[in-house]
């Protein structure tokens, strides 16, 4: 089975702080993924990278950065965390190549800035 | 540009049953459509995909899906409901045209199962 792991489920941070949310896929994905899910609002898209050091912003990149240094990891950064940022953060993987590929989530994490 | 509209966000009905979550999609290509489903406090599970083969899609837990192209819709059926299927439902599009497969998603609907 793929297995996305995201290292912290639940996190309360202080504004201000910087943040690091960290996902780890285990199938070789080249694609991952970091999405923001609000309630009334569904998943969007923060941040996603195709290939080791490569990244694009989505929908909603103001706030937040992304690191991938290794192909299984790809970290989400909250430069300076604020309230609005209190969320549900979830990581994705899928592989690339054929349209429709499906993309395995992780179990998300709960941030609240505090 | 895509985009994903779930009619209603909150569906109940009793055990036993049918169950219908309505998702209509806006696409100017071909598109490849998904249900995910999430139950609490965990991440999102596939259901099931529509990725231009057959237009009625069987997924895992008895539920399927109808494409429709001429009503742009993707609605999730399953003829009798039961307790552990009450969670949240999530219809997402992408299309052949992005490599990346990045999904666009719906607001989500949650679904009551009532005994």
């Known amino acids: 089975d793929v297995k996305v792991t995201q290292s912290s489920r639940y996190l309360v941070k202080r504004t201000g702080e910087k943040v690091f949310l960290e996902c780890v896929q285990d199938m070789d994905h080249e694609n991952m993924f970091w999405y923001r899910q609000d309630p009334g609002l569904g998943l969007r898209l923060i941040y996603f990278s195709y290939d080791v050091k490569m990244k694009e912003k989505g929908d909603i990149p103001e706030g937040y950065s992304v690191s991938r240094e290794k192909k299984e990891r790809f970290s989400l950064i909250l430069e300076s965390a604020s309230t609005n940022q209190t969320s549900m953060y979830l990581c994705?993987?899928?592989?690339?190549?054929?349209?429709?590929?499906?993309?395995?989530f992780g179990e998300g994490s709960w941030l609240t800035v505090v | 540009a895509q985009s994903v509209t779930q009619l209603g966000s909150h569906v109940s009905v009793s055990e036993g049953a049918l169950v219908l979550l309505r998702c209509n999609y806006s696409?100017?290509?071909?598109?490849?459509l998904f249900w995910y489903v999430q139950y609490p406090n965990q991440g999102l599970q596939l259901l099931l995909k529509?990725?231009?083969?057959?237009?009625l899609v069987k997924g895992i837990n008895g539920f399927e899906a109808e494409f429709k192209k001429s009503e742009t819709s993707f609605h999730l059926t399953k003829p009798s409901a039961h307790m552990s299927d009450a969670a949240e439902y999530f219809c997402?599009?992408?299309?052949?045209?992005?490599?990346?497969?990045?999904?666009?998603f719906g607001q989500g609907t949650t679904l009551q199962v009532k005994p």
């Open positions: 994705a993987s899928s592989s690339s190549g054929t349209p429709g590929n499906t993309i395995y």
């Open positions: 529509y990725t231009s083969a057959a237009t």
């Open positions: 696409s100017s290509v071909p598109p490849y």
């Open positions: 997402a599009v992408t299309t052949g045209s992005s490599n990346t497969g990045k999904l666009i």
